[in-house]
């Protein structure tokens, strides 16, 4: 696999696309890992009710929103990914905290 340039060294389409995809498969071993908590959290939390918990919701897209702002990017633009990021996550956990259940009756 060869690596990509950083944006600023890109001189054609095709690089910039050979970069996009190399961050999309980092992106995507990323979100395995993140997934992996949920799997955690499906695990852990003894009450179904407590996978929805909107003040930790809030707190993790506060947290982007001032990681973004740092970076120099638009905050309420990486919010708007993360909060379908966030509920993709608890409707994964929601389907792993029922099918835990189900196998341990």
């Known amino acids: 696999m060869t690596s990509a340039k950083l944006p600023e ?3 054609t389409m095709t690089e910039v696309r ?3 995809d190399q961050v999309d498969r980092e992106l995507v071993a990323l979100l395995v890992r993140r997934f992996g908590y949920m799997d955690a959290a499906a695990r852990i939390k003894g009450d179904r009710n ?3 918990d909107e003040a930790r919701k809030a ?3 506060d947290n982007v929103g001032r990681e973004a702002a ?3 990017l638009e905050p309420e633009r990486l919010r708007a990914v993360w ?3 966030v ?3 608890i ?3 929601t389907v792993r905290w029922d099918s835990l259940r189900a196998e341990n009756r």
């Open 18 to 20: 050979v970069g996009v």
């Open 59 to 61: 707190q993790v897209l």
């Open 70 to 72: 740092a970076a120099g």
């Open 9 to 11: 060294q890109c001189e």
């Open 83 to 85: 909060n379908e990021l």
């Open 87 to 89: 509920e993709q996550s």
């Open 50 to 52: 407590a996978v929805r």
């Open 91 to 93: 409707a994964y956990e």
